[in-house]
Structure formats: C-alpha cells, structure tokens
C-alpha cells in the first residue's frame, strides 16, 4: 500500500488512523487535567517527571500547563479527532461505496485534504514545544488574550489555516460526488440517510469556515504584523498601556468564530446521526419511520446552523432585541432535531432488535445524546445562560453532546463497518466491555459537571474552585470523576487491542454479514480499487427490510 | 477515469470541474465575506478613517484596475475561442496577472518606506491585510494557469478546456474582489 495514495478507501483509513491517535492524545490531555482537579497539588503519577520542568515542577502541574492542556484539549478533540474521524474517516470510506462510485469525484484533491490535515495537526502539536508552550487561550481563542499569548498561539493559528484548506478541498470534493457520482438508479431520496447527512455536513464545512480563516489571518496580523483588529484602544497589560494603534474589536472576533463554531457542532454531530440510523435500520430490520422528514430535517437544521451563532455571546452586552432575536432562532432549531431523534426512537418500534455491539451503541446514542440536547434549552435562553454561562453546566452539556452523543455514534460505525474494510467482525466480548464501560465512564465523568455547574463551579479554575467556600457541596464530586476517567481509559484499551486482535484474528465473515440492504455490501471486503467490477444500478430505497413477500427479510438496493 | 470529468451529467447539466469550481468560488463568497463585513464594522465603529485617495497611491490602483480587468477578459475570452488560440490567451493573460503583481509589491514597498505600515491604523491594517490577500489569489491564480498550460499538452482537449472554464470563473471571482478592494481604499 502506498502512503501517497488516491484511492478513498486508503484515505480514509489514512484519516481513520490519524483521528484515533490525535483522539487517544486529547484524551491524555484529559486524564492529567482531572488528576489536576482531583487531586490538586500532589504529584502526578507514572508520568509526571517526563513532562518538562517548565510544565511540571516536581510532578506537580503548573497553571500555565493547566490552560495549554485545556485549550489543546478542545481543540484537538473537535478539530483533529472528531471532525476527521466523522467526516474524513466515515465520509471518505464509505459515501463513495454507498452511491456506487468507483472513487470520489478528485481523488488528487482528496489525498490533498488529508496531507494539510495531517500537517495542520501536527504544527498545533507542536506548540508544545515552543517557549512558552502551546496555544493556552482555550479553543476560541478570544483576544485580547489570544492576541498577547506565547507563539504556541501563532502554531494553533498556522495548524487552523492548514486544517481549514484541508476541510474545503474535502468539503467541496464530497459534495461533488455526492452529486455527480451516484450510481445509475440512486435518486437523491434514494440515498442511505448516513449520505445525506454527510452532504449536508459538507455544506456546513464549505461555508462556514471561511469566516474562522479570515479570522485566523486578522488574528495572525494582529500578532506578527503589529495589528489591531481585535485589540480595543486603551488596552492595560500587566499595569502598563498597551502600545498598539487600537480601534479594534474583541467581539468582532467573537463573532467571526462563532458562525462557524455552531455550524460545526452540527458538523460534529450530523454524521453521527447517520450512523446511527444506518446502524439503528439494520439492528431492527425495519426501514426507518420518517426517512423523508429526516432529511428535510437535516436540511434545515443545516440552513438553520447559520442563524443561531451568538447564542454563545448572551454575555457580549449585545442588548435584548439581539438576544431574542438569537433566542428565537435556537429554539427552532431545536426542532428539526428532536424530529430526527423521535424518528430514530420510533423507528425500534415493533422491531426485533438484534443487541449486536455496534446497535448497543448506536442505541445508547439516543439518550445520551436526549441529555445532551436538553441540557442545552436552558443555555439558548438567554435568563438562564446567563448565570450558567461558563460553568461546568456548559461543559456537562456539550460532552454529553459529543462524547456519549457522537463518539458513541463513531464507535458503532466502527463495529459497524469494520468487517466491509477487513472481512472479519471485531470481537464482541471486548467489544461488549468497551461499551458497558465507556457507557459508565463517561456518565461517570459527566454528570457531576451538570451538578457542579448547576452549583456555579466556573470551568476554567486551575484548582477547580477549591478557594471559593460556595463550592465546597460539590467539589467531592472531583475525585469520582478522576476515577471514571480512569474506568473510561482502561475499556478504551480493550478498544485498541480489540482493533489490532480482529484485524489478525478476527472470525472471517461473507460480505453482507449484518443482511445490509445498502450499496457497500454488494461489493468484497475489502471492496477492491474502483469498488465494483462494474457500475451497480440501484432499484429500491435504503431501508427494504422485511419487505412483504420476500424470501429474506432483506432486498439489497441493487436487487431488481 | 472517474464519470463526468470532461462530460456534463444529465441530471446535474454540469459536469465535476464546473461544479466542484462553484462550491469553491461559494466558499471564497464567505472567506470574503467576512472580511468585508469586519472593514465595516471596524471602519463604523472608528473616530476616524482616512480618505483613501490621499494616502494611497489612486493611478497605482487605477493601473492595476485596468491590467486585471484586461487580463480576466482575455481569460473569458479564452473559453470561447478554439482550443489552441485559447491557450494563448491564457498565457498572455498570466503575464497580466504577473504585471498586476508587480505593480502592487512597488506601491507596497513605496508605502512602508513612507512609514504606512499596517500597524500605523485599522485603515492601513485593513488594506494591506485585503490587499495581500487578495494578491496571495493572484498569485494562486498564476500557478493554476500555469498548471492549466502545462497539461494542456498531456490531457484531452475537453479537459483542458473544462479546465479553462474553472480558471476563468475564478480570475472573474479574483477581479471582482479587486473592483472592490478598489472601491473601498482608493476611491472613497
């Protein structure tokens, strides 16, 4: 195998691999922050001494190392694992074997998009290794502080311009395909939900990054170029005035990384929706209830992401008439997904489900993901985001939204599609314990941020509040978490060696194991160059399963 | 060869290039976009903005004004003329974009040896942030025509001028920036 290839499968197992090692280091990441917040002041264990005496002194943490590991923990989790891992591993692997393309539609640009990702990652990474360290101004970068920080700063905004031409080029190389690729017979309301989803994400990806790249650059100016565009007139730093011309803006900064920061909660959690109702339609052998009001619904909740990014501003002082305007739009589009999800739950109604690994995660999804969407009506309304607004609430919400929402969704797809990449199933013991375990580590870990930041424990403190008598209630709850991390850590290790066990020893199975109805399982596992020895036509919708007199309880999309 | 490289798809009416083009040129709407809306913001909310037609150089501008709008008619030209004359429009054309270059790193170079550097005000970080990168899409321009030019000898007809067909989009995208760029430092 090549390491420069073109082929979409090699690239998106290029993508696969990558996002897997950039999701186990925000996880390391993790692991030292809750030590830090459990045990505060006392040594860190094992690794402690090899991380540098300008991190750690004597094995203790020091802030400043404390707000490096938190901002790169963030964006290392959305910009370098997650969104790679959804869209640049499940996108690029499967869309062009669900439509019955032999490649996606530039396959020179789609090994581009992986080289600047992997590039991009790397000079982020690497701003640990600057004076001063990485990026420490938390994954939105707000100035001024961005602005005035150490150059590990200037790495993260390099590694974001890289990573924002990665996702164009994938972006606009996706939607291509999707529109021109697809197998003769596959209308677009023929299309797998999971195809939908990944379009509409694309859509996400295509316009609403430009405005973080401009960003970046004025950011960049801003700090090589002696700029002021976010640096307001009368700026004190440490007792003296700033010498800059001034006239800037903070919030306009805010702004600008906002409108793509809510799309791309969308682009986080869009392809995991598909997989799950890939998973969810083969686990009860029923088509899905209400596929045509899913993908209206993703439409919407695509065109709708672009309205709705200064909910994240309720405390700019953007005044109420703002506030309502941006309240208004963040309840409806609340709706579309709830339209999903209750289609996803109604769809296991009457079902006889088959409790594979893959349906066991594709199944927790559900509510977790309920958790972590209702979680967040409080914070869209501006009354009550107000004094939740940077307390662990917010983060209990969003981790319930991404952790057990989509990386549960990720997993399964893994499980999932595991045998069409390899022609082997991955075990279902360790595939099992993976899952009750992460299942417990993550509520484990997440839940008590509810409760914390209900108690009004800010999420940035470097001791996690212990100076504040107000969280002495709470503040117990740390060393639980601590303990759930570790739980959440040791199943991903049965993960890791179920993975390499399975791709030696796994069982070997037929092409269609799962009796999938849609187009990747027609073709070999592994499918070969170009996929299909020749172009399949496509005769029925995704999801006939258990069609009435039929011999199986399955017609393949390609069956006549 | 992957489907509809060169032909259109029946359904679509496009063929990949023509369509993969459009997104990018949707995309670079909004990288724009942005920018032009934080000139606003930041030009409203100041004390004072100079008038560009004082401090800048206006027969620089004007100068590249006419070399770029020259050189993308001769690139949209290119797309209806035989193959072969097209190419050499196109050659032409990149010499333009070249000049346009030229010209705007000698106003540059003349503008910080008079102390108008971008951190002397939000006008002059405006302009030479827009500018630059706008010049940095000149520049990108170049490479793909060059790039169009070069293959032009190995791939099919149709694909060279599928390809023709995207640059000209692009250079039309690029000029129409500059029009604005022009209107907003020169002019007012």
């Known amino acids: 195998m090549r390491i420069i290839s073109t082929d979409h499968k090699v690239i998106g197992l290029q993508y696969l691999l990558t996002s897997l090692v950039f999701l186990l280091l925000g996880f390391v990441f993790i692991l030292l922050i809750r030590w830090q917040l459990a045990y505060p002041s006392q040594p860190i264990p094992l690794i402690g001494a090899f991380l540098g005496e300008s991190n750690v002194t004597q094995g203790v943490m020091l802030p400043e190392f404390y707000t490096q590991l938190s901002a790169m923990h963030g964006t290392v989790m959305v910009f370098l694992a997650i969104v790679p ?146 640096l307001p007139s009368g700026l004190v730093v440490s007792g003296e005035a700033l010498h800059v011309s001034g006239g800037g803006s903070p919030i306009l900064w805010q702004h600008l990384f906002w409108f793509l920061a809510h799309p791309e909660v969308y682009v986080l959690i869009l392809p995991a929706l598909g997989i799950v109702a890939e998973v969810i339609a083969n686990a009860t052998r029923k088509p899905l209830w209400g596929y045509r009001a899913m993908v209206g619904s993703a439409l919407f909740i695509g065109f709708m992401s672009f309205l709705v990014w200064a909910h994240h501003m309720f405390l700019t002082g953007m005044g109420p008439t703002m506030s309502a305007f941006f309240q208004v739009t963040t309840m409806i589009i609340s709706i579309p997904s709830v339209v999903i999800i209750s289609s996803l739950l109604l769809s296991l109604y009457g079902g006889s489900i088959r409790f594979t690994v893959p349906a066991l995660f594709a199944l927790a999804f559900l509510p977790m993901f309920g958790i972590g969407g209702l979680t967040g009506l409080p914070l869209g309304l501006a009354a009550t985001d107000i004094p939740l ?30 045998p069409k990449v390899t022609g082997r199933t991955m075990n279902s013991v360790l595939g099992q314990l993976h899952f009750w375990g992460s299942l417990a580590g993550m509520n484990g870990i997440f839940l008590p941020m509810l409760i914390e930041g209900l108690a009004g424990v800010n999420r940035r403190l470097y001791d996690g509040g212990r100076t504040y008598t107000y969280t002495a209630p709470v503040i117990h709850l740390y060393s639980g978490q601590w303990w759930a991390t570790v739980l959440l850590g040791a199943v991903q290790l049965c993960f890791v060696a179920n993975l390499v066990w399975s791709l030696a020893r796994g069982k070997r199975v037929s092409q269609n194991p799962w009796d999938a109805t849609t187009l990747e399982w027609t073709t070999t596992s592994p499918p070969p160059h170009e996929n299909f020895p020749s172009t399949p036509r496509v005769h029925r919708g995704p999801y006939d399963y258990s069609p009435n007199n039929a011999a199986a309880d399955f017609l393949p999309q390609s069956q006549p | 060869m992957i489907p509809y490289t060169i032909d259109r798809r029946a359904d679509s009416g496009v063929n990949n290039v023509t369509l993969g083009i459009w997104l990018f040129i949707a995309s670079e709407v909004m990288l724009f976009g942005a920018l032009f809306s934080s000139y606003a913001l930041l030009r409203v909310s100041a004390p004072a903005w100079p008038h560009g ?85 000149v520049a990108c321009g170049i490479v793909a025509n060059v790039w169009v030019l070069l293959g032009a000898s190995r791939v099919p007809d149709g694909m060279t001028s599928g390809r023709i067909r995207a640059v000209a989009l692009y250079w039309t995208f690029v000029d129409v920036v500059w029009l604005t760029l022009f209107l907003l430092f020169y002019l007012t």
């Open chain 1, 85 to 230: 891992f959804a869209v640049g591993a499940f996108g690029n692997y499967l869309v062009p074997l669900m439509i019955g393309a032999p490649d996606m539609a530039f396959p020179r640009l789609n090994a581009l998009s992986y080289w600047l990702y992997l590039a991009g990652g790397l000079v982020m990474v690497a701003g640990f290794f600057l004076p001063g360290g990485a990026a420490s101004s938390g994954w939105t970068s707000y100035p001024p502080l961005a602005d005035l920080a150490q150059a590990g700063q200037t790495a993260w905004l390099v590694g974001m311009f890289l990573l924002i031409l990665s996702s164009l080029v994938g972006s606009i190389n996706m939607i291509t395909t999707i529109v021109q690729l697809r197998a003769p017979g596959l209308t677009m309301m023929r299309l797998p939900f999971f195809v939908w989803a990944q379009l509409v994400t694309s859509f996400l990806l295509l316009l609403a990054f430009p405005p973080l790249q401009a960003a970046a650059v004025l950011q960049l100016m801003d700090r090589l170029a002696g700029t002021s565009f976010f």
């Open chain 1, 389 to 418: 607004h940077d307390t662990y609430y917010v983060v209990g919400h969003f981790h319930y939204i991404v952790a057990p929402g989509t990386l549960f969704a990720l997993f399964a797809g893994i499980y999932y599609w595991f």
């Open chain 2, 53 to 137: 037609r004082d401090v800048l150089g206006v027969w620089f501008g004007v100068g590249n004004t006419v070399v770029l709008s020259v050189m993308t008619a001769l690139v949209l030209r290119a797309r209806a003329v035989p193959p072969a004359v097209g190419r050499q429009f196109l050659a032409v054309g990149t010499v333009l974009a070249a000049v346009f270059l030229v010209i705007k790193g000698l106003e540059w170079r003349g503008e910080i040896a008079e102390g108008l550097v971008p951190s002397l005000n939000t006008f002059f970080a405006m302009y030479f942030t827009l500018t630059g990168l706008h010049a940095l899409h």
